[in-house]
């Protein structure tokens, strides 16, 4: 970068004096600047472009001394070099008080040629050195920031905002920064210049071929025409490759703000790139352990008579840690044991350990203990086999003909328990699993027709501003109205209580015992109701607020064409990173409406594929004449053993995660939504038929 040169202000009121210095200079190489007087000498001083000032002591209108001090006191020029010279004060006392106001040298006339130059050069040589200490120690003191922050951003975008804006300001120049996206595509970051509108976007560079190592060279200004360089400029363009398997990343900035050899260019590139490894390292757990967590939940709930269910687990952010929340519904003997629990520590370490203590759960029921000894039993495997972990469980049985309730908790939250009188917390636990203290207790009580019990993890109650009790009480007030339909009572439930955002799991579980055929209260769906309904098992905005964008893929349903559509639903799955098990949930989902379009909906109909980077939606619609049931009402209900249909929409309720349905005399449009685990590129790849 552009350092001291050899620019010297010569000062002196003698026409021969100063003639006789600027001679020697100019011979020494030095470009001369010549003042007369000190108001002259400070007002070009003030205008740049001096490395160093060569000073009379005695001045017409003030002294050398003066001078000196004004010219130290600049608040940005004040560290540039003076050197005084002086024929008459020659004393010690005046050299000592030229040297303690300011000046760096102090030479006595007559001066030696050789001697002068000698001295002018040393003092300069010694200011550019002081001055590149300066700008490297400021530069790595804004590298350790701008390392900070982008070690602290939890996406690409941000990290390579962070890195754009950090870069400008440490180089004072435009900047150009390359580097890998989640999805294997490339993305750039540029900006022309310290405080100016970074703009992100994929990049259009190819550049391949990079050797594994830090390196720098230099550029034309036309090979970076993403920033404002100017054409003549050089560009210092710096390359960073980790591992052969992964790109490089790139920066680039103007040559001349950089230093020999771009130490801090390189730093620069180096910290980008570990913070772009550890960004992918972490987003590699979390999907693992996401991963982990879902395929140990139940992909079926028990179907029970006389019972409705309703769950929802709704995974934290997607940068925040993974946690070990679970929750279990199963039937035996006839009784239904429910369980929602939560294994300490946010890690792919917890969710294995959820797994261990999930498992060791079931295998206890299936031996036919109860849920205090379940707990009594769980607690001493955790303390012989997994010891210094612990988890809060509540685990409870209902008794398929009596509603008697058997229920045991290990510090979990209390269950919430409604009925016609109101809404009541079941506070009654023992200490947490892991801890031997005591044994479990166990409370009992009859769960009443048409009462519900909702259990569920701390996630969806805590926040860290507030007290437990008061998100308890906000889940109380919630619950004491109870929906006909289960489903849409732990939707509002989430939507009420849970977090916009959650930083921890979410595992919620609703149980009802219906009323009997015989009671008076006993409800009974509307037929020939037309309309929508909507029925959400996961986090998102309400799916009647989504409609298919103008480019979303559209293919007709055709009876000779549902293999290929199947085909591309599966694709559209695996492209949109879902799991293999999800793939298959939604390509079986997708199949039972593309089959009631050819069997009930006249044949005919449409097949929309859309994302919104978190969602994979899939809609089918047809022409028919509509369903005789109520919306709210189908699929709602297990079809008997012995019918022979009923069973299509009841399977899709339980196999995605969002669903909405509308019909009417005009036909039926069913709208499913998979949770996608990271955003979608949806471009080349789509058409419209």
């Given at each position: 970068m552009t350092l001291p040169g050899r620019t010297v202000l010569v000062v002196d009121d003698t026409p021969s004096k100063r003639y006789l210095i600027a001679s020697y200079l100019r011979r020494g190489g030095f470009n001369v600047i010549e003042a007369q007087t000190g108001a002259q000498a400070l007002d070009r001083f003030a205008e740049g472009g001096i490395d160093l000032v060569v000073l009379d002591v005695r001045l017409p209108d003030m002294s050398g001394f003066e001078v000196c001090e004004q010219l130290k006191a600049h608040p940005t020029l004040g560290t540039i070099p003076v050197v005084h010279v002086s024929a008459a004060a020659t004393e010690s006392i005046d050299r000592t008080q030229g040297l303690e106001r300011g000046a760096d040298a102090y030479l006595v006339e007559p001066i030696d040629p050789d001697e002068l130059i000698a001295t002018v050069t040393s003092i300069l040589r010694y200011y550019q050195a002081r001055l590149e200490a300066e700008l490297l120690a400021a530069r790595l003191a804004g590298l350790v920031r701008v390392t900070g922050a982008m070690s602290s951003a939890t996406d690409r975008r941000s990290l390579l905002d962070e890195a754009v804006r950090g870069g400008s300001e440490i180089f004072g120049s435009p900047i150009v920064v390359i580097a890998d996206d989640t999805d294997g595509t490339r993305l750039l970051g540029?900006?022309?210049?310290?405080?100016?509108?970074?703009?992100?976007?994929?990049?259009?560079?190819?550049?391949?071929?990079?050797?594994v190592g830090a390196r720098f060279r230099d550029e034309p200004a036309a090979n970076w025409p993403q920033a404002a360089f100017r054409d003549d400029d050089l560009v210092r363009v710096v390359s960073v490759r980790t591992r052969l398997d992964?790109?490089?990343?790139?920066?680039?900035?103007?040559t001349a703000t950089t230093m020999d050899g771009a130490p801090v260019l390189l730093l620069f590139g180096q910290a980008l790139q570990s913070a772009l490894d550890t960004l992918s390292q972490f987003d590699a757990e979390h999907d693992l352990a996401l991963t982990l967590q879902r395929s140990l939940l139940p992909r079926r709930l028990a179907a029970v008579a006389g019972f409705d269910f309703a769950v929802r687990y709704v995974p934290a952010s997607d940068h925040a840690e993974i946690g070990g929340d679970f929750y279990e519904v199963v039937h035996l003997d006839g009784q239904v044991f429910v369980a929602v629990g939560d294994v300490g520590g946010h890690s792919l370490h917890a969710a294995t350990v959820m797994a261990e203590v999930r498992h060791s759960m079931r295998a206890y029921l299936a031996e036919g203990h109860g849920p205090a000894e379940t707990l009594d039993r769980l607690n001493g495997l955790m303390t012989?086999?997994?010891?210094?972990?612990?988890?809060?469980?509540?685990?409870?049985?209902?008794?398929?003909?009596?509603?008697?309730?058997?229920?045991?908790?290990?510090?979990?939250?209390?269950?919430?328990?409604?009925?016609?009188?109101?809404?009541?917390?079941?506070?009654d636990h023992g200490p947490l699993l892991g801890i031997v203290l005591q044994p479990a207790r166990q409370i009992e009580f009859t769960l009443g027709e048409g009462e519900t019990l909702v259990l569920y993890t701390d996630g969806l109650i805590e926040r860290r501003s507030h007290v437990i009790d008061d998100g308890i009480g906000r889940l109380a007030q919630a619950s004491r109205h109870v929906e006909a339909d289960l489903e849409l009572y732990a939707s509002r439930l989430l939507a009420e209580v849970g977090p916009a955002e959650p930083d921890d799991d979410i595992a919620l579980v609703a149980i009802r015992r219906r009323f009997s055929a015989t009671s008076a209260d006993q409800s009974t769906a509307t037929v020939g109701a037309l309309g929508t309904a909507e029925h959400i098992h996961s986090r998102g905005e309400s799916l009647l607020e989504v409609t298919p964008p103008v480019d979303a893929s559209s293919y007709t349903v055709h009876p000779s064409r549902l293999a290929a559509l199947r085909a591309?639903?599966?694709?559209?799955?695996?492209?949109?990173?879902?799991?293999?098990?999800?793939?298959?949930?939604?390509v079986l989902a997708v199949n039972e409406l593309?089959?009631?379009?050819?069997?009930?909906?006249?044949?005919?109909?449409?097949?929309?594929?859309w994302a919104d980077g978190r969602w994979l939606y899939c809609e089918v619609s047809d022409h028919g004449s509509g369903m005789s049931a109520s919306p709210a009402s189908i699929g709602t209900v297990r079809p008997e053993a012995s019918s022979s249909t009923g069973r299509g929409l009841w399977m899709i309720r339980r196999l995605v995660n969002r669903f909405r349905m509308q019909t009417g005399p005009g036909g039926t449009t069913v709208t499913l939504a998979m949770p996608t685990p990271s955003p979608w590129p949806v471009t080349a790849a789509q058409f419209t038929e």
């Open positions: 540029c900006s022309d210049g310290p405080g100016t509108t970074v703009l992100i976007a994929p990049a259009t560079v190819d550049r391949d071929g990079e050797l992964r790109p490089a990343i790139y920066v680039a900035v103007r012989k086999l997994i010891p210094g972990e612990i988890a809060t469980l509540c685990l409870l049985s209902v008794d398929c003909e009596t509603g008697l309730v058997r229920l045991a908790n290990a510090g979990h939250p209390p269950p919430i328990w409604c009925a016609p009188s109101g809404v009541r917390l079941l506070p591309e639903v599966a694709a559209r799955g695996r492209q949109a990173g879902l799991a293999q098990v999800a793939v298959e949930d939604l593309l089959t009631n379009v050819v069997r009930h909906g006249g044949g005919e109909g449409r097949l929309r594929l």
